[in-house]
């Protein structure tokens, strides 16, 4: 494809409006919204309203008159909508880590006559080691992984809990809900997703797989702000008989009556734990009414698309130079990023970001490129493409400076 063929796709694109929805520099491809999302421009002006009028004027009585106490669940309620759940079913609170860590324990203790957790080798980091640090305060809880084409074989009478992440944050690979989540009920376990990597781009049909429990980010697609609080999702009718461990204030049913013994809240709001962080949930708010603008079909058709030329161009244009696509071809087995392979892949993701393409790597020797269809364009894709191609054909990434390693990746 030539770059104006990619520039005509864009002037046909039903999403192209919403780029001018979000700041982005204009010197800069930026693929990487899959791990922080872009700012959008509404958040500019909603987050300066929240510090100046409602904290700066009205300060306290901004819990009850701008609704700061109802915020966990207001956008949780948007969230719902983008997974497929009730909108009392979903709550934004904490990060993903910790409320694994509170489903994880919640579930566990439900399911005590059952010790396995459940999960893969190579599940993100935070999830496999928060799944350990629960099992150990557990009395009889083992966390056991089994590789992706085993796992529903390794389903038994002793699983309490089927943890994994929907789609993987190194490969794209996505689980199929659906049949996994079946799987897991047929032997009496419970399911738990992270939908980090899926929330915001790809379709999730909790309610219609009969999901039990999920956990998801909000400053990766849904462009909520720099560790942005997460969101938890429990099956309605769960709710009354699951019980948080982290047993904090804004969790109970009365947190106003200061009583002395504590009594989870009904429904979702049992998994709060502490006081929200006001200024950040309304950041996640901006991001995620954007998303109620679209829907999430017309997002994932754009990704697929733009994954097709990404992956057509790399074919074209660096073929040859050693980069090896690890993400299945096939749109339903995947989600949105497409990451490559390559020996050199740390100076040469260094090298892209020098010259304005911004992708991350992610050890040992994956660039990962993130497509958000909100504002990635296929133009952006066709110039990525060519000056990854450049930088391969000049060898510019064996200049010393790009092999410097840095604390974040
Ligand atoms: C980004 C990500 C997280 C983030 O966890 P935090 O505790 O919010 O930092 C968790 N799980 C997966 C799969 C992720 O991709």
Redesign the pocket.
Known sequence: MKLEDARALDAGDPLGRFRDAFVLPEDIIYLDGN?LGALPRATIAAQRDAVERQWGTDLITSWNANDWIGAPERIGAKIAQLIGAKPQEVIVTD????N?FKLIVAASRYQEDRAQILTEPG??P??LYTAGGAADMLPEQVVHTEQAGDIADALGPDTALLML?HVH?KTGARHEVATLTEAAHKAGALTLW?L??SVGAIPVDLNGCDADLA?G????YLNGGP?AP?FLFVREDLQEQLVSPLSGWMGHAAPFEFRDDYAPAPGIRRFLCGTPPVLSLLALETGVDLFLETDIEALAAKSAALFELFAERIDERCYGQGLTLITPTEPEHRGSHISYTHPSGWPIMQALIERGVIGDFRAPDILRFGLTSLYTSYADIWRATEILGEILDSGLWREPRFAEAKTVT
Do not use: I, P, Q
Request: charge should be negative; hydrophobic fraction near 25%.
């Open positions: 791990s990060s993903v880590s910790v694994l599940n993100f935070t999830d992440t944050y992270d980090s990597h956990v980010c909000g400053y990766k560790g997460a």
